[in-house]
């Protein structure tokens, strides 16, 4: 089992990369967010999962072995596979999801192409009691909406998905209250038009 590559990015395309290590390129499939930041040429290393069909054999790659371990735990509920999973990762920070399955609320999952109703409350009722006592990149959890109310109130203007994640992710973590949340990111969306 491959569960840590490190090596050099010799590509990469809409939805994966190619980790260069000792004469090898590994396939590795990657976030959305991830594959923006990275470059050719630069040395990287991933948490892997090795995702094993029949007839095929994908590799995955994560930033944290807690990205990973919650990965795992995801394509461990019946109907999300690892490319749902992987969309899961990328709708909003890790500390978010987990906060909205703890708190019960699916709509954060419903926001995935591919999952609907039932199999966001499937993963929610699943994963509650998997997810309390994993740590989340030593964040302490706080179950308050933050800024998945923002989300909804800049998707509601219009903004796709990816637009609003973006603009959230540029959001300093330290500033809690919902409306400047909203203006700042509203201002990161501004600049981009």
Same mark, same amino acid.
Request: charged residues 25%.
């Given at each position: 089992?491959?569960?840590? &590559?490190?090596?050099?990015?010799?590509?990469?395309?809409? $939805? +994966? =990369?190619?980790?260069?290590?000792?004469?090898?390129?590994?396939?590795?499939f990657?976030?959305?967010?991830?594959?923006?930041?990275?470059?050719?040429?630069?040395?990287?290393?991933?948490?892997?999962?090795?995702?094993?069909?029949?007839?095929?054999?994908?590799?995955?790659?994560?930033?944290?072995?807690?990205?990973?371990?919650?990965?795992? &735990?995801?394509?461990s509920v019946s109907?999300?596979?690892? $490319? +749902? =999973?992987?969309?899961?990762?990328?709708?909003?920070?890790l500390s978010e999801i987990q906060k909205a399955i703890l708190r019960g609320d699916p709509s954060l999952l419903r926001k995935v192409s591919g999952i609907g109703q039932k199999i966001a409350e499937r993963v929610v009722v699943e994963l509650k009691n998997k997810i309390e006592s994993m740590p989340i990149g030593g964040e302490k959890i706080d179950l308050s909406y933050g800024s998945n109310g923002a989300f909804e109130a800049l998707q509601g203007l219009g903004y796709s998905a990816e637009e609003?994640?973006?603009?959230?992710?540029?959001?300093?973590?330290e500033i809690e209250d919902e409306n400047e949340i909203i203006k700042l990111a509203l201002k990161g969306l501004g600049k981009k038009k």
């Open positions: 089992m491959i569960s840590f &590559l490190g090596g050099i990015i010799k590509q990469k395309s809409e $939805k +994966s =990369a190619t980790l260069l290590v000792n004469g090898v390129g590994y396939e590795i990657l976030n959305q967010l991830t594959l923006e930041k990275l470059k050719v040429g630069e040395a990287r290393e991933f948490f892997c999962h090795l995702h094993v069909r029949e007839d095929l054999m994908e590799l995955y790659g994560f930033n944290s072995a807690e990205e990973k371990g919650f990965f795992e &735990l995801l394509i109907g999300i596979g690892p $490319k +749902s =999973a992987m969309a899961v990762l990328a709708v909003a920070k609003v994640r973006l603009a959230l992710r540029a959001v300093s973590p």
